[in-house]
């Protein structure tokens, strides 16, 4: 634990100096922002606008894991992987480290883009105290549904390449966004990159059927009970979760055995 804690904070100061940090702030902001003005000039129906930007951060955001992992592990093939392979006693401490930093800066970028969204959204409407729960929910499974994907990305950054990584990431993207419609259905579970759209997607429609036309969010009236109306949801969070895990664990194992790639130079 204690050599955990130590490449954490390593990884944290290998990022000082580079675009991890003002890519997670700036991104999250202007996103927001060009939301807020392009509604302010729409009439939408009511919660629709906070459906269509949840769905929109969950079609991007494997772009962006794409990105910061290929800046990640940029630092650490610049020497050629000895710091990372190198200096910990348990080699998965390393890649657990480097998840754990990647994770956590996903979580403040979403906090940014969806909690900055809903504070300047209910500045300029009225909104219940149901939905400020509802938002921080929905913050929480869009940072669950992503977790798979941030080593998915740091394995293909360390087995061949940040290019490649970044190009499967915008595959991904568009992907996920194919997946949100009638394509996925009986097959989105299996790819992750569709995990934060379609779990984000069945809260937002139970809350919506449940707050009878309205996006409301009450703890206490069984949100388990009440998603067996839809169907085969919770089969299918039961398989998609299953695949996150064999996922992590397939990912974790790999990097065991490990050993750099060759380089160029």
Same mark, same amino acid.
């Given at each position: 634990m204690r050599e955990c804690v130590r490449m954490i904070r390593a990884e944290s100061y290998k990022m000082r100096g580079t675009l991890f940090l003002p890519f997670h702030v700036m991104v999250p902001c202007v996103g927001g922002l060009l939301f807020l003005f392009y509604y302010g000039y729409h009439d939408f129906a009511p919660g629709k606008e906070w459906a269509w930007y949840i769905e929109t951060v969950s079609i991007v955001f494997p772009a962006m894991i794409s990105f910061v992992c290929s800046i990640s592990v940029r630092i650490e093939k610049n020497n050629h992987f000895s710091v990372l392979l190198g200096t910990a006693v348990c080699r998965r401490n390393? $890649? $657990?480290?480097?998840?754990?930093?990647?994770?956590?800066?996903?979580?403040?970028?979403? /906090?940014?883009?969806?909690?900055?969204?809903?504070?300047?959204?209910?500045?300029? %409407? %009225?909104?219940?105290?149901?939905?400020?729960? $509802?938002?921080? $929910?929905?913050?929480l499974i869009l940072w669950a549904g992503s977790q798979s994907m941030y080593l998915f990305h740091l394995c293909v950054c360390l087995r061949w390449s940040e290019n490649i990584s970044m190009c499967i990431g915008v595959l991904q993207s568009?992907?996920?966004?194919?997946? @949100?419609?009638?394509?996925?259905?009986? /097959?989105? @579970?299996?790819?992750?990159c569709s995990f934060c759209g379609r779990w984000s997607s069945y809260l937002l429609l139970y809350c919506y059927v449940y707050g009878e036309g309205e996006f409301k969010l009450s703890f206490g009236s069984g949100i388990i009970d009440g998603l067996f109306a839809f169907g085969k949801v919770l089969e299918n969070l039961a398989v998609s979760a299953g695949v996150m895990v064999i996922w992590i664990i397939g990912i974790f194992a790999w990097y065991q055995r490990f050993e750099g790639r060759c380089m160029d130079d």
């Open positions: 390393s $890649l $657990l480290a480097k998840w754990i930093v990647l994770s956590a800066a996903g979580l403040f970028s979403l /906090i940014i883009a969806v909690g900055g969204f809903f504070a300047v959204w209910r500045a300029t %409407e %009225e909104k219940g105290d149901g939905f400020g729960r $509802l938002c921080l $929910l929905t913050i568009v992907l996920a966004a194919l997946l @949100q419609t009638g394509l996925g259905h009986g /097959i989105w @579970q299996f790819f992750g």
